[in-house]
């Protein structure tokens, strides 16, 4: 069902939102303990809390790529090289792709998305560091 | 909508269903259904057409 509704969103945009495997209308974790507060410096793209976006990566889709745990979005090659996390599945992203627009991304910025999709804390200028602190946050580790 | 028209969309259909093939006709088909759906508008009658053709899908002598 899913990828028909993706093929089908290919050509009808009314079909999106049918291939989210969330609800139709995902909630927004705003207020909940484990979600940091939000990164003020990012002027677009989902807040934290919200349900990660669907987007075109290749020729496949943005909400296909997460693993099991924590996935972490980066827009640097480089930063991407850096993390090295047991469990976490690094996903680059093209830093002038559109995509990153939808982020509201520069190449230093970092999203830290839960294992259900939700977007745990996003960082405009991340380190492997606040990355990895942001994480032990989200997993109820430490205090922010 | 007349039976002509019935029989116009059946062969249309039936031609793309040999078309696309074995291993994607149910892609296609739920494609369809979705886009049929979405003109159609009305979700409550969706439903219940989509319990009926679910109706004798098991009877022995169907063909």
């Known amino acids: ?144 | 909508m007349t039976p002509t028209d019935v029989e116009a969309v059946y062969d249309a259909l039936a031609a793309q269903i040999d078309s696309v093939g074995r291993a994607k006709s149910e892609l296609f088909l739920i494609k369809l259904a979705l886009l049929l759906s979405h003109e159609f508008g009305d979700a409550n009658r969706v439903i219940k057409l989509i319990y009926d053709a679910k109706r004798n899908l098991d009877a022995a002598n169907y063909r």
Do not use: W
């Open chain 1, 1 to 144: 069902m899913r990828d028909a509704a993706l093929n089908l969103a290919l050509s009808h945009s009314f079909a999106g939102q049918l291939a989210n495997p969330r609800q139709m209308t995902p909630y927004t974790y705003c207020d909940s303990p484990v979600v940091c507060a939000d990164d003020p410096e990012f002027k677009s793209g989902p807040q934290v809390g919200a349900m990660l976006p669907e987007a075109r990566i290749g020729d496949g889709y943005l909400t296909g790529k997460p693993g099991a745990g924590f996935s972490v979005l980066v827009f640097d090659k480089r930063l991407a090289n850096d993390l090295d996390i047991a469990g976490v599945a690094v996903i680059l992203i093209d830093a002038e792709s559109e995509v990153a627009q939808q982020f509201g991304a520069r190449q230093s910025s970092a999203y830290l998305v839960r294992p259900d999709l939700h977007i745990a804390a996003r960082l405009f200028d991340a380190t492997p560091a606040t990355i990895q602190h942001a994480l032990r946050f989200a997993a109820g580790e430490v205090l922010p």
